[in-house]
């Protein structure tokens, strides 16, 4: 019989506390498994029956609640961005703008601790981490003053402008209701029909199909708060600002042609990434930088600052950093914290404020409704994922699951209880919403300043390198491919012709139009006089370093053991990561007979899953061997189209010839015989990819 011996207080292993404070724990031993009531449990393995071969017992409470609440397990999973990734860390101030807002979180040395939520959008919560899709990048800020919640995206703009066509936009994302599919992809005439009929998504279109729709990693994404948001200082004074997250590893994206390869080969991807980086002891970080501007500012600019399709360039409005956020902690429990956390954009905290962007007004009002429908009541603000670091008073009471719930007699205010009387509202420091004059009648009208819908689809296009430019169109191409209606495609290559003839004529011969259409009649004509605005390429803006990447090295007997001393060297120096890959995972006797344990098995780790690859094999038919196995010669050809750089001994040079190789060794290649030359290698895979590869 369990003995209930444990005391909460001083046995660490005692989890379940009753009201008495005992718990059931076995002196040495495991916990003893009990029910939701705390009722010891003697048999978990067998049913209740009217003997070892008779029915059920309708007695057996443990079977009943056991299967009750595995029935119950799931709640909704959120309507958008359903599959997400959350961890914690903190937000660290720099005080910069300690004077332009009052809010708590940016004293200067503030340090608060942060929620953060990364999420593809259209997908359902099983679905592989690496579509072409947009990220979701929430974080919610547990300020001294309340929860202040930036619910951006990797981009910073978005499809639409006004909220009332979010849920067509969505109903057309997401899998066609007849049959249930595609999952997790735009590319159906659903998606395409919508926009297309929607020009104002020109301009996300451009960013959705450029390499930043398919990031190599959370951690190399930027971040947006998309909207034009207020900050409001000590004095009531208002200040416009729009909010960006910077990775300090710098931005990388994958080729389409890797991102559908990795899905298959691990749709945990960008999860397990985020997991192991953060559980090896790194510590993604990110810089928060704004941009500032007044009212004149906003009179003078080319467009609408209310309008979540525009962005301003950073060449126009440099971007001021204003502090740092370090993820450092992944979640005890997948479902307490990534799946009932509750983000909405109308949580902010005194000094932080609204603009008058439709499209923010629209989801201010949205987000409470979903969060009750996922998770069941009001009272979600209780549970300890969401609930405020910072006390919480107030006469709110009662709902499903209240958690915290208020003690004395005294419920309501203004009363006359004395000391008993509970908390009162505070002018001096309570949120004040900031006085903006408002005037105007009710209307259902788009304002003519939110007209231009092509001008920045095209300077983002122009701001873009060549290769860049080319898997725009390679993208455009490829979805409009899977959209069946000839007439959809069209569609698009007529909103084309209003942003860059060029990309349009790619795209029309990709397709095989069989003539080009007219350009789509458009509201205003397509600036030509905007400059190319370089902080939008990604590829200008890499890393200087290969930290935080990833190298996948094919190992097999007899490689080379100084060799391989050097390179792991070199990369720890780089601060990147090596993972070893043989035939057989249990490992590889090397060249000074010592046996190395691989982590992962040929088969299991394709080169899709590293930013660069190393083959280290003897001299001799080493190579040759492993060159039968159509693995080995993936993993090769792979890295080779996917334009990495490969290391290799001369000893694999059979294997990468089998997979194609050319005969003279390009710029991406580097040969392996001296340790010295691993630096070498390592400093080359700084630039990441070798794209002068054909
Ligand atoms: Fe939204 C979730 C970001 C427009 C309505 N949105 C959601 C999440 C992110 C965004 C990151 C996931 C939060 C999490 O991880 O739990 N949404 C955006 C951005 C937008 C945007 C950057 C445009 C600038 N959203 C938008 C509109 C509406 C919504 C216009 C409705 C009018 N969004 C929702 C939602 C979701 C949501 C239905 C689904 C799950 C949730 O809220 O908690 O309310």
Redesign the pocket.
Same mark, same amino acid.
């Given at each position: 019989m369990p003995t209930p011996s444990g005391d909460p207080k001083t046995d660490p292993v005692a989890t379940t506390t009753g009201a008495g404070g005992e718990t059931h724990q076995t002196a040495g031993g495991p916990s003893v498994l009990t029910t939701q009531q705390g009722v010891p449990v003697a048999d978990d393995q067998n049913t209740l029956r009217a003997g070892p071969r008779g029915p059920a017992l309708m007695e057996d409470f443990h079977f009943r609640e056991k299967m009750f609440h595995f029935d119950h397990e799931r709640i909704p999973e =959120? !309507? !958008?961005?359903a599959r997400?990734f959350?961890v914690h860390g903190y937000f660290e101030s720099n005080g910069a703008l300690a004077s332009v807002s009052r809010a708590a979180v940016f004293g200067k040395g503030e340090k608060t601790p942060v929620f953060v =939520?990364? *999420?593809t959008?259209a997908g359902n919560k099983g679905s592989a981490d690496l579509p072409r899709d947009v990220r979701?990048? %929430?974080t919610k800020f547990y300020t001294k003053e309340g929860n202040w919640d930036l !619910?951006?995206?990797n981009m910073p703009v +978005?499809f639409?402008q006004d909220?009332i066509k979010?849920?067509d936009m969505v109903h057309a994302f997401k899998q066609e209701p007849d049959r249930g599919f595609p999952q997790a992809a735009t590319a159906h005439d659903n998606a395409w029909d919508f926009l297309t009929l929607t020009p104002e998504s020109m301009h996300m279109i451009m960013w959705v199909m450029s390499d930043r729709g398919i990031p190599r990693s959370l951690r190399f994404i930027e971040g +947006?708060?998309?909207?034009t948001f207020r900050l409001v200082d000590a004095g009531g004074k208002s200040t416009f600002v729009k909010f960006h997250w910077k990775p300090k590893l710098g931005l990388q994206s994958v080729v389409w042609n890797e991102a559908v390869k990795i899905n298959g080969a691990d749709p945990d991807f960008h999860r397990r990434d985020l997991w192991d980086a953060i559980q090896a002891g790194e510590r993604p970080e990110w810089e928060l930088g704004v941009q500032l501007f007044d009212e004149a500012f906003a009179e003078k600019f080319d467009f609408d600052i209310l309008d979540?399709t525009k962005l301003i360039p950073e060449e126009q409005l440099p971007v001021k950093v204003v502090g740092r956020m370090v993820l450092d902690r992944t979640v005890d429990n997948f479902f307490a914290e990534t799946e009932q956390? %509750? +983000?909405?954009?109308q949580n902010v905290v005194p000094g932080i404020d609204f603009s008058d962007d439709p499209?923010?007004q629209? =989801?201010n009002? *949205?987000?409470l409704?979903?969060?009750l429908k996922?998770l069941g009541g009001p009272n979600f603000t209780h549970i300890p994922i969401n609930a405020p670091k910072c006390p919480v008073i107030n006469f709110q009471q009662d709902g499903h699951m209240a958690m915290r719930n208020p003690k004395g007699r005294v419920n309501y205010e203004p009363n006359t209880w004395g000391d008993q009387a509970g908390p009162r509202e505070s002018p001096e420091k309570g949120f004040q919403t900031f006085p903006a004059a408002l005037n105007g009648t009710k209307v259902r009208a788009r304002p003519e300043t939110f007209a231009d819908h092509y001008s920045q689809a095209r300077q983002f296009f122009i701001s873009q390198t060549p290769v860049e430019q080319a898997h725009i169109a390679d993208a455009l191409i490829f979805e409009l491919s899977k959209v069946q209606r000839v007439d959809i495609r069209v569609r698009m290559v007529s909103h084309l012709l209003n942003i860059d003839q060029a990309l349009a004529d790619k795209v029309a011969a990709g397709l095989r139009l069989a003539e080009m259409p007219k350009p789509m009649p458009a509201a205003k004509p397509t600036r030509q006089d905007l400059k190319p605005s370089p902080a939008l390429s990604l590829l200008s803006n890499g890393p200087k370093s290969f930290a935080g990447r990833k190298v996948g090295v094919l190992v097999m007997d007899g490689a080379d053991a100084a060799l391989l001393k050097a390179l792991a060297g070199a990369l720890k120096a780089e601060g990147a990561t090596l993972k070893l890959i043989a035939p057989e995972v249990g490992g590889f006797k090397a060249s000074d007979g010592v046996m190395h344990p691989a982590d992962e098995k040929l088969e299991g780790a394709p080169s899709v899953l590293f930013d660069a690859v190393v083959i280290l094999a003897p001299e001799g038919g080493a190579a040759d061997q492993l060159a039968m196995k159509p693995a080995a010669r993936d993993f090769v050809a792979d890295a080779l189209a996917h334009k990495k750089f490969i290391g290799y001994t001369p000893g694999a040079m059979p294997l990468l010839q089998k997979a194609g190789a050319p005969e003279k060794p390009d710029g991406g290649m580097t040969s392996l015989k001296v340790a010295g030359d691993c630096d070498q290698f390592v400093e080359r895979c700084r630039q990441l990819r070798f794209w002068a590869r054909p």
């Amino acid at each position: 019989m369990p003995t209930p011996s444990g005391d909460p207080k001083t046995d660490p292993v005692a989890t379940t506390t009753g009201a008495g404070g005992e718990t059931h724990q076995t002196a040495g031993g495991p916990s003893v498994l009990t029910t939701q009531q705390g009722v010891p449990v003697a048999d978990d393995q067998n049913t209740l029956r009217a003997g070892p071969r008779g029915p059920a017992l309708m007695e057996d409470f443990h079977f009943r609640e056991k299967m009750f609440h595995f029935d119950h397990e799931r709640i909704p999973e =959120r !309507v !958008v961005h359903a599959r997400g990734f959350g961890v914690h860390g903190y937000f660290e101030s720099n005080g910069a703008l300690a004077s332009v807002s009052r809010a708590a979180v940016f004293g200067k040395g503030e340090k608060t601790p942060v929620f953060v =939520r990364f *999420s593809t959008v259209a997908g359902n919560k099983g679905s592989a981490d690496l579509p072409r899709d947009v990220r979701g990048f %929430a974080t919610k800020f547990y300020t001294k003053e309340g929860n202040w919640d930036l !619910v951006g995206n990797n981009m910073p703009v +978005f499809f639409i402008q006004d909220p009332i066509k979010f849920p067509d936009m969505v109903h057309a994302f997401k899998q066609e209701p007849d049959r249930g599919f595609p999952q997790a992809a735009t590319a159906h005439d659903n998606a395409w029909d919508f926009l297309t009929l929607t020009p104002e998504s020109m301009h996300m279109i451009m960013w959705v199909m450029s390499d930043r729709g398919i990031p190599r990693s959370l951690r190399f994404i930027e971040g +947006f708060g998309v909207h034009t948001f207020r900050l409001v200082d000590a004095g009531g004074k208002s200040t416009f600002v729009k909010f960006h997250w910077k990775p300090k590893l710098g931005l990388q994206s994958v080729v389409w042609n890797e991102a559908v390869k990795i899905n298959g080969a691990d749709p945990d991807f960008h999860r397990r990434d985020l997991w192991d980086a953060i559980q090896a002891g790194e510590r993604p970080e990110w810089e928060l930088g704004v941009q500032l501007f007044d009212e004149a500012f906003a009179e003078k600019f080319d467009f609408d600052i209310l309008d979540p399709t525009k962005l301003i360039p950073e060449e126009q409005l440099p971007v001021k950093v204003v502090g740092r956020m370090v993820l450092d902690r992944t979640v005890d429990n997948f479902f307490a914290e990534t799946e009932q956390v %509750a +983000f909405c954009t109308q949580n902010v905290v005194p000094g932080i404020d609204f603009s008058d962007d439709p499209l923010l007004q629209g =989801r201010n009002f *949205s987000y409470l409704d979903t969060q009750l429908k996922r998770l069941g009541g009001p009272n979600f603000t209780h549970i300890p994922i969401n609930a405020p670091k910072c006390p919480v008073i107030n006469f709110q009471q009662d709902g499903h699951m209240a958690m915290r719930n208020p003690k004395g007699r005294v419920n309501y205010e203004p009363n006359t209880w004395g000391d008993q009387a509970g908390p009162r509202e505070s002018p001096e420091k309570g949120f004040q919403t900031f006085p903006a004059a408002l005037n105007g009648t009710k209307v259902r009208a788009r304002p003519e300043t939110f007209a231009d819908h092509y001008s920045q689809a095209r300077q983002f296009f122009i701001s873009q390198t060549p290769v860049e430019q080319a898997h725009i169109a390679d993208a455009l191409i490829f979805e409009l491919s899977k959209v069946q209606r000839v007439d959809i495609r069209v569609r698009m290559v007529s909103h084309l012709l209003n942003i860059d003839q060029a990309l349009a004529d790619k795209v029309a011969a990709g397709l095989r139009l069989a003539e080009m259409p007219k350009p789509m009649p458009a509201a205003k004509p397509t600036r030509q006089d905007l400059k190319p605005s370089p902080a939008l390429s990604l590829l200008s803006n890499g890393p200087k370093s290969f930290a935080g990447r990833k190298v996948g090295v094919l190992v097999m007997d007899g490689a080379d053991a100084a060799l391989l001393k050097a390179l792991a060297g070199a990369l720890k120096a780089e601060g990147a990561t090596l993972k070893l890959i043989a035939p057989e995972v249990g490992g590889f006797k090397a060249s000074d007979g010592v046996m190395h344990p691989a982590d992962e098995k040929l088969e299991g780790a394709p080169s899709v899953l590293f930013d660069a690859v190393v083959i280290l094999a003897p001299e001799g038919g080493a190579a040759d061997q492993l060159a039968m196995k159509p693995a080995a010669r993936d993993f090769v050809a792979d890295a080779l189209a996917h334009k990495k750089f490969i290391g290799y001994t001369p000893g694999a040079m059979p294997l990468l010839q089998k997979a194609g190789a050319p005969e003279k060794p390009d710029g991406g290649m580097t040969s392996l015989k001296v340790a010295g030359d691993c630096d070498q290698f390592v400093e080359r895979c700084r630039q990441l990819r070798f794209w002068a590869r054909p």
